[in-house]
């Protein structure tokens, strides 16, 4: 499975932005797609994640702010009202179920990082 992530940049505190992430080469239909961030010093934590059939979950921290949703193509994540504390590289990550999405160590595959910078 390859997992392609794109859209991040540079806004503003209150902005939007939409990240992507492409999947390919799925052997099954039941999977989950999700997103972790990373801030600078600090370990890669979970954001969201989704599961084939529209169940979804998000970490207290984003919850009311960002919302995922996916299809056929890939999943993406609608965030909304963006803080500077929410700087940090995405990655897009894979696994069978939203519960081993939301498991770093449970991650079957991973997509490469995407860079969100919310500045003033």
């Known amino acids: 499975v390859q997992l392609q992530a794109s859209g991040g940049g540079l806004v503003q505190p209150g902005a939007s932005l939409r990240l992507s992430c492409a999947a390919s080469?799925?052997?099954?239909?039941?999977?989950?797609v999700g997103w972790y961030r990373q801030r600078p010093g600090e370990d890669r934590t979970f954001v969201a994640a989704i599961a084939w059939h529209g169940i979804a979950s998000y970490a207290d921290s984003v919850k009311r702010r960002f919302t995922i949703s996916g299809d056929n193509a890939g999943v993406a994540l609608q965030m909304n009202d963006l803080k500077p504390e929410d700087t940090a590289v995405y990655y897009c990550?894979?696994?069978?179920?939203?519960?081993?999405?939301?498991?770093?160590?449970?991650?079957?595959?991973w997509g490469q990082g995407t860079q969100v910078t919310v500045s003033s």
């Open positions: 080469g799925r052997t099954s239909d039941r999977f989950a």
């Open positions: 990550a894979s696994a069978n179920t939203v519960a081993q999405v939301s498991r770093q160590s449970s991650v079957a595959y």
